[in-house]
């Protein structure tokens, strides 16, 4: 079972790698999901050329950058709708201001992939759409916790 992390990596501080980190040895230990973290796999299906140099495109060549960029997009979103099982989003303000979590939650909907979503944020203040596209909203990683270990827990 795979579990895909989702939520901001280009506007986020740490650039989304610390809540993912927190959580993954639960979910691979804890229930033995497999987990994918996009903002580990920085290298995807990119060249070496541009996996060092696609961020800098983004300001010295367009054309470049948007081609790398598209590599990425279809890695992600392959990777959502061939293997998950399910998709655990964090959404904080770095998250609405990019706009990949916002396609991989889409993503995930339209193919009947549960996304559970993690938010502090009141729920006036997350987008409709992305409040539509989640299964299950919870305000902590502690009640997201609790929920899988009921839903997935190890049996046995």
């Known amino acids: 079972m795979l579990a895909y992390l989702s939520g901001g990596i280009e506007f986020a501080g740490d650039k989304g790698k610390g809540w993912r980190r927190a959580l993954r040895p639960f979910l691979e230990e804890k229930l033995g999901h497999q987990v994918y973290d996009p903002a580990e796999d920085e290298k995807k299906n990119l060249t070496d050329e541009e996996a060092a140099n696609f961020r800098t495109w983004k300001t010295n060549d367009l054309d470049r950058f948007r081609r790398t960029v598209r590599k990425i997009i279809h890695w992600d979103l392959d990777l959502i709708e061939k293997r998950a099982a399910y998709v655990i989003c964090y959404w ?25 979503l993690v938010s502090e944020l009141p729920t ?25 270990e009921k839903k997935y827990g190890l049996r046995g």
């Open 92 to 116: 904080d303000r770095e998250a609405g201001r990019g706009a990949g979590t916002q396609a991989e939650l889409t993503a995930a909907f339209r193919k009947g992939i549960p996304v559970y």
């Open 124 to 148: 006036a203040e997350i987008s409709g759409w992305i409040l539509g596209c989640a299964e299950r909203v919870f305000a902590s990683f502690d009640e997201l916790k609790m929920f899988l």
